[in-house]
Nanobody, 114 residues
Framework: QVQLVESGGGFVQAGGSLRLSCAAS????????MGWYRQAPGKQREFIARISTGGYTNYADSVKGRFTISRDNAKNTVYLQMNSLKPEDTAVYYC????????WGQGTQVTVSS
């Protein structure tokens, strides 16, 4: 079992930045691929970014060039740096840990005003 706790969400104006963090409960954090997803009201949860155990990253086209995913295995934490935020980035952001089983955090709200 892996418990994930997201933090860093909040309210920001368009063009601003936020950094989300996701702390994992297990010291074996480094064996998990980590991802960020988001879900806006009335919409399905969508993929945002992923970082593999080897540090390879990939992004959704909608955030490429604006968001950066990174991980610190010593701190059991994955980050999502979000720059040039847009109102359409408003959503609840979730992190997940993937290996054989996928674990999800409880989410953190990000609201971007125009």
């Amino acid at each position: 079992q892996v418990q994930l706790v997201e933090s860093g969400g909040g309210f920001v104006q368009a063009g601003g930045s936020l950094r989300l963090s996701c702390a994992a409960s297990r010291s074996t954090f480094s064996v998990y691929d980590m991802g960020w997803y988001r879900q806006a009201p009335g919409k399905q949860r969508e993929f945002i970014a992923r970082i593999s155990t080897g540090g390879y990253t990939n992004y959704a086209d909608s955030v490429k060039g604006r968001f950066t995913i990174s991980r610190d295995n010593a701190k059991n934490t994955v980050y999502l740096q979000m720059n040039s935020l847009k109102p359409e980035d408003t959503a609840v952001y979730y992190c997940n840990a993937q290996r054989i089983v996928t674990y999800w955090g409880q989410g953190t709200q990000v609201t971007v005003s125009s």
